[in-house]
Structure formats: structure tokens, C-alpha cells
């Protein structure tokens, strides 16, 4: 196998080190039924219960049709409630079940859990970085797009 050139590139870390975070989130999550593209809605709509498909889509950049299908899956798992607005018949308004709010603290549990981790691998990294300044170069990474 030829040693991998662009090994040592920030795409390349950055890629492999969303993968692995993921994959540990969606471990974390397993065992509530929920994934990693399902739980950030879960925690959402507990933060901001009546919010429509549409600000979800605009607030984090999401794909109309990924967020349709997320909360279609939710809906059906009796998560989440989604109801025609009262005042414009074109959107929709997002709820939380109390299936859905049961749910809530052990996704957050999950999520807390994995924070502890990603701030315990930023704590150990050979150069001294606090949780801010990383989260601040994350932040401006995300500027790019």
C-alpha cells in the first residue's frame, strides 16, 4: 500500500477526525433508537418548540430534504408532532411529544458525554489549546462555506 501524501493535510484530519466523532456519537445514541442526523432536531425542538421545517433549514444550513426526511422519521417514531401553522397553511410547526421530551435528557446525556471526550482529546494535544479557541477556529472554518 503507498503511504497516503496528504496524510498530514487539515482536510484530511479534519475528515477523519468528523468520522470518528460521529461514529462515536452514533454509538452513544444507539441505544435510544435515535442517530446522528435525528438527535440535533431532538435537542432543537426542545429549545425552540413550535420552530418550522423552514428555520430549521435556514438557522443550520441544512438540506430542505434531509430535514423533511428526519422529521418524517421522527413523527413516525411519535417523537415528534408536526402541525400545519395556524397562520400560514404553507409551514408546518415542530413539537416535541412527551415521547419526544422523555427523550430529551438522555440525548443531551449522550451529547454531553461526548463533549467530555472531544474536550479531554483538545486537553491532551502536545500544543496547550483551550475549548474556546478551538471551538473559535471551528467557527471560522465554517465562515468558508
Same mark, same amino acid.
Do not use: W
Given at each position: 500500500? /503507498?503511504?497516503?501524501?496528504?496524510?498530514?493535510?487539515?482536510?484530511?484530519?479534519?475528515? *477523519?477526525?468528523?468520522?470518528?466523532?460521529?461514529?462515536?456519537?452514533e454509538? #452513544?445514541?444507539?441505544?435510544? %433508537? @435515535?442517530?446522528? +442526523?435525528?438527535?440535533?432536531?431532538? $435537542?432543537?425542538?426542545?429549545?425552540?418548540? %413550535?420552530?418550522t421545517?423552514?428555520?430549521? *433549514?435556514? +438557522?443550520?444550513? $441544512?438540506?430542505?430534504?434531509? /430535514?423533511? #426526511?428526519?422529521?418524517?422519521?421522527?413523527?413516525?417514531?411519535? $417523537? @415528534?408532532?408536526?402541525?400545519?401553522?395556524?397562520?400560514?397553511?404553507?409551514?408546518?410547526?415542530?413539537?416535541?411529544?412527551?415521547?419526544? =421530551?422523555?427523550?430529551?435528557?438522555?440525548?443531551?446525556?449522550?451529547?454531553?458525554?461526548?463533549? =467530555?471526550?472531544? +474536550?479531554?482529546?483538545?486537553?491532551?494535544?502536545? *500544543?496547550q @489549546?483551550s475549548?474556546?479557541?478551538f471551538?473559535? @477556529?471551528? #467557527?471560522?472554518?465554517?465562515?468558508?462555506?
Amino acid at each position: 500500500m /503507498v503511504p497516503d501524501r496528504n496524510d498530514n493535510t487539515m482536510t484530511k484530519q479534519l475528515h *477523519v477526525a468528523s468520522n470518528i466523532a460521529t461514529r462515536t456519537l452514533e454509538k #452513544r445514541l444507539k441505544p435510544f %433508537g @435515535v442517530n446522528g +442526523s435525528q438527535f440535533f432536531f431532538i $435537542l432543537k425542538l426542545h429549545d425552540d418548540p %413550535g420552530i418550522t421545517q423552514d428555520q430549521l *433549514v435556514r +438557522s443550520d444550513t $441544512l438540506h430542505q430534504s434531509n /430535514v423533511n #426526511r428526519e422529521i418524517a422519521r421522527l413523527a413516525s417514531m411519535g $417523537l @415528534v408532532d408536526k402541525r400545519q401553522s395556524k397562520t400560514d397553511g404553507r409551514k408546518y410547526e415542530l413539537r416535541l411529544t412527551a415521547d419526544g =421530551e422523555a427523550m430529551y435528557p438522555k440525548i443531551k446525556a449522550a451529547l454531553d458525554a461526548q463533549e =467530555e471526550a472531544l +474536550s479531554a482529546c483538545i486537553a491532551a494535544a502536545p *500544543v496547550q @489549546v483551550s475549548r474556546e479557541d478551538f471551538m473559535a @477556529v471551528l #467557527r471560522q472554518i465554517k465562515l468558508m462555506g
